[in-house]
Structures are given as structure tokens and as C-alpha cells.
């Protein structure tokens, strides 16, 4: 992932906030490198997080496939019948085109991460302004290692890239290893 943000897609209300959602469903927005991850890999990830064979109980937590363009939209719908076919039954997953994308409010944004004060307050001395933090890779990558996403064996691969101090890059290690080898 290049970067994440969670937020508000899929309603007509202007300016959703979380008490006043409206007609959105809760989304998260996901920036990413096809040389690095294929479009079809995030669908597997997709299918794979969610049931999506349960019908939503409501529309703020419904779970939806968001596409920006045809060929996303080809490719989420050979997606949607490979995982009917996997599952026997069918699938309540709509896929639409996404019409806006509100980002939530900044406690919503790097959940895991703002939990861990160590590693937000290195992270936030490295991207001091609440739009270069929430756009971060390191930060999107530490908050995701951190929300159980990820082996140790991963992690190691890339921490360096993140540009933590030996104490925050050892304690990022030891969460992410106590649950994952």
C-alpha cells in the first residue's frame, strides 16, 4: 500500500461526518503500486476480510466494492463470480462506481497506530501535519502491521523504509511478533 485513509463513499449527503452519516457507508480509500500489488491481489484480500455472502444489517456498515473505472469494474465482477463459485452461495457484495469519498474525521484516521504512542509520536514528528501523516506509507504500513495485518518476516523486509529509530523500529517488532512469527 502506498496509502490508506477511512472515510465516507457511496451516499448523496454532503459533508457525511460520523454522527451524521447519512446515506454513506463507512470505506476506506486505498492508494496503491500495481508493480507491487496487482489489482486482483487487493480482491483476494477483499473477498477474503469480509462474509461477503451476509446481507448488511445497515448501510453504514454495508460492505461494498467501490470501482473508479471499466476495467476495475471487469475485473471486480470476474472477481465477485470466482468467489460465488468458491462459496456455493451467493454473493451480497454490490460492486458500484464510487460517486465521492469523504475522508472521517482525523480520530479515525490510523486507527492502530494513534493507540501505540511511541509509534505515533515518532510518526508524527516525521509528518507533523494531520494531511502528510494520514498519507504516509510508514504510517499506513505501521498502522496496518499494527491492526494484525502482516508477518514479522514482512516486516523486517521493509521497516527499514520507514525511517523509525532503532527503539520505535524494536518495538514495532516485538507487537508485530508477539502475535505473528
Avoid at 451516499?11 to 446515506?23: A, S, V
Avoid at 482525523?106 to 494531520?130: N, T
Avoid at 525511517?163 to 516485538?174: K, M, N, Q, T, V
Amino acid at each position: 500500500m502506498v496509502s490508506t485513509r477511512v472515510g465516507y463513499a457511496g451516499g448523496t449527503t454532503e459533508n457525511p461526518t460520523y454522527y451524521q452519516i447519512g446515506d454513506h457507508s463507512e470505506s476506506i480509500q486505498i492508494v496503491f503500486d500495481p508493480e507491487v500489488v496487482s489489482y486482483d491481489e487487493l480482491l483476494e484480500i477483499f473477498w477474503s476480510a469480509h462474509d461477503p455472502t451476509a446481507r448488511s444489517y445497515s448501510r453504514q456498515y454495508m460492505s461494498i466494492l467501490f470501482v473508479h473505472d471499466e476495467a476495475q469494474r471487469r475485473s471486480a465482477e470476474l472477481s465477485k463470480a470466482a468467489e460465488h463459485r468458491r462459496r456455493g452461495a451467493p454473493i451480497q457484495t454490490p460492486i458500484v462506481e464510487q460517486w465521492s469519498f469523504t475522508p472521517a474525521e482525523a480520530y479515525h484516521q490510523k486507527y492502530s497506530l494513534r493507540a501505540d504512542d511511541l509509534l505515533l509520536r515518532e510518526l508524527r514528528r516525521m509528518y507533523p501535519g494531520e494531511e502528510g501523516f494520514v498519507g504516509s506509507t510508514a504510517a499506513a504500513r505501521v498502522n496496518g502491521y499494527l491492526g494484525g495485518y502482516g508477518t514479522l518476516r514482512e516486516l523486517d523486509r521493509e521497516i527499514g523504509s520507514y525511517g523509525l529509530s532503532p527503539e520505535a523500529a524494536e518495538h514495532l517488532r516485538r507487537r508485530v511478533g508477539r502475535f505473528r512469527p
